[in-house]
Structures are given as structure tokens and as C-alpha cells.
């Protein structure tokens, strides 16, 4: 009897596991639908076009943000953009919206290492 109740408890360990394992298993990691992931990529492209970096470096958040606007990745979007020096002065304000996505991109300075880190944050409108 005691070898039987040892198979039970066996087999209800295997099945309990089995069922974790299962569950693990069918969920799967989704990006939001309301994040494309053009907004991911939207300080890699304006940095690639080699304007981020002047504009970076001269705290120049009104030059930024025109050009973040000028891509047409957030259409439909609200954003704002903060850059901040290594001494942690700033220019730029965070969205005070309830659902805000963050991209930050850190750039090491023009012509002399002096870096900034440009943040865009994106929002629902």
C-alpha cells in the first residue's frame, strides 16, 4: 500500500509540473500595439543623420524636437524630449501623461568628450 500511495504522489507531482511547464509556455512576450516600434527607433535614425549630435551637445532641445517631429514616426503620438549633461542640468520637460514610453540614446559630445543623454518620451494623445 505505502508503494502504492508513493506512485500516486508521483504522478500528481509530474502532472503539477507538467501544468507549470504548459503554462510558461503559452504566454508569449507582446510589445504593446500602441508602442510601434518606429517609436524605438526614432533617436537611432535622427542620430544616424549626424544632426542629433550638434544639437545634443548645445542642449538645443527646441532643435530636437523639431526634428523628432519631422520624422512622421509619432504620428498619433504626443512626445516631449529631455537631454541631460554629465553635471545634470537639463532642458526639457517629461510628459506628465499616465502611459509614457521612454527611448534614450547616449551620445558622447562633438569633437570633445563631453556626453549628454537624449531621452524622448512618447505618450497616447
Not at 66 to 72: A, H, P, R
Not at 88 to 106: D, H, K
Request: charged letters at 15%.
Amino acid at each position: 500500500m505505502k508503494g502504492q500511495w508513493r506512485t500516486v504522489e508521483s504522478v500528481m507531482a509530474g502532472v503539477i509540473i507538467l501544468l507549470f511547464v504548459a503554462a510558461l509556455g503559452s504566454t508569449q512576450m507582446q510589445v504593446s500595439p500602441h508602442a510601434p516600434v518606429q517609436i524605438y527607433r526614432t533617436l537611432d535614425a535622427l542620430y544616424e543623420k549626424e544632426t542629433l549630435r550638434a544639437y545634443a551637445s548645445a542642449m538645443n532641445c527646441t532643435a530636437i524636437e523639431s526634428l523628432v517631429s519631422g520624422t512622421g514616426y509619432l504620428q498619433g503620438y504626443g512626445h516631449g524630449i529631455m537631454v541631460c549633461n554629465e553635471s545634470s542640468s537639463c532642458c526639457g520637460e517629461i510628459p506628465g501623461a499616465e502611459n509614457v514610453w521612454a527611448s534614450g540614446l547616449l551620445i558622447s559630445g562633438d569633437e570633445n568628450y563631453k556626453p549628454v543623454e537624449v531621452t524622448l518620451y512618447v505618450f497616447r494623445d
